[in-house]
């Protein structure tokens, strides 16, 4: 591995603007105000894991648990930053965007090409009826007024599978780009964290994080460590 300097990465990015596959993960919202979620079980359910209340078990068996823990997700005032608004431009000049974060913040600022690898958690719908239904009202109840079924965000829980189709789509991003940026993930997550492996073989790897991740990365990814925000202020 091999550290990159901030300005030689900034005047990479600019290079292939039209080129780049971004990879985006929970550092991307924390300067939005979003806590990681796996820090918010101590202060709600000191007892429970977050794996176990975001799962399709807790869903179906002890759904009221489910509801009153994936509430603390939303976070209705929380706003795009510098980096979702930089990567959505980039995105409109032919760039694309895979994201693990379910908070909506990179669909808010309007990025083409992009996958919500996780899903959305502002997309509710009713697990009887299948209507669409406003996050507003499931914020309110996770109980359908208008046929009394549950209501789900449409993101992927624990112990369910990954749609074959965003799979591909994904993977088809990773394999286009001349430079992939991963920001704001350390890759713990699996798939998503084995879309690299997608790449080209002559396409560039640069990851930018305020801490080494714990899967080590091949020889020839570039490192950059500090604030993506400073960087991506330059672009
Ligand atoms: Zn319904």
Redesign the pocket.
Same mark, same amino acid.
């Given at each position: 591995m091999t550290q990159i300097s901030g300005e030689k990465l900034i005047s990479f990015m600019q290079e292939q603007a039209a080129h780049i596959t971004f990879l985006t993960g929970a550092g991307v919202s924390t300067p939005s105000g979003i806590p990681d979620y796996r820090s918010l079980t101590g202060v709600y359910h000191g007892l429970e894991e977050p794996e176990y209340l975001l799962s399709a078990t807790c869903l179906k068996y002890e759904p009221e648990k489910f509801y009153a823990f994936v509430k603390h997700l939303y976070h209705p005032d929380a706003k795009p930053n510098i980096i979702h608004e930089k990567i959505a431009e980039y995105c409109r000049q032919g760039s694309a965007l895979v994201t693990q974060n379910i908070d909506g913040l990179h669909q808010r600022a309007v990025t083409p090409q992009m996958v919500a690898f996780h899903g959305n958690l502002s997309d509710v719908y009713?697990q009887? =009826?299948q209507?669409a239904v406003p996050v507003a009202d499931y914020l309110t109840s996770d109980v359908?007024a208008? =046929?009394g079924?549950r209501l789900r965000p449409n993101i992927i829980l624990y112990e369910e599978g990954l749609p074959l189709q965003r799979i591909i789509v994904a993977e088809k991003m990773v394999a286009q780009a001349q430079l992939l940026v991963v920001v704001g993930t350390s890759l713990k997550v699996y798939p998503f964290a084995g879309l690299l492996d997608a790449k080209k073989l002559d396409s560039q790897v640069v990851v930018i994080n305020r801490e080494a991740p714990s899967r080590p990365l091949a020889a020839d990814v570039l490192e950059y460590y500090g604030s993506a925000e400073e960087i991506f202020k330059e672009l």
């Open positions: 009713c009887k =009826c209507a359908h208008n =046929c079924g």
